[in-house]
């Protein structure tokens, strides 16, 4: 990661909408994966953030296309077992 590209708890905090207590309340809580550099200065990669925001959304939308793959499947089954 390049630290120019880095970006800081504060804007983090504006762009998740939220307060930087709670950003810092995420990165303690490992929600957020931020470099500690110092005491209480942390740094936070863009690729990351975008991750939070969107990556979730995308793993949700794969699973509920593997689901309904399944439950083609499913029905199928049901209906050969119905016909029998």
């Not at 504006?14 to 930087?20: I, M």
């Not at 550099?37 to 959304?57: F, T």
């Not at 439950?71 to 049901?78: A, C, E, G, P």
């Amino acid at each position: 990661m390049n630290l120019s590209q880095a970006l800081t708890p504060e804007q983090v905090a504006d762009n998740l909408q939220v307060n930087l207590a709670t950003v810092y309340r995420m990165i303690d809580k490992g929600e957020i994966l931020a470099k500690k550099i110092g005491k209480r200065l942390y740094r936070i990669s863009p690729v990351w953030l975008s991750w939070l925001m969107n990556g979730l959304d995308f793993d949700i939308l794969k699973m509920e296309k593997e689901d309904e793959k399944s439950l083609d499947k499913i029905n199928r089954v049901l209906k050969q077992v119905r016909m029998e």
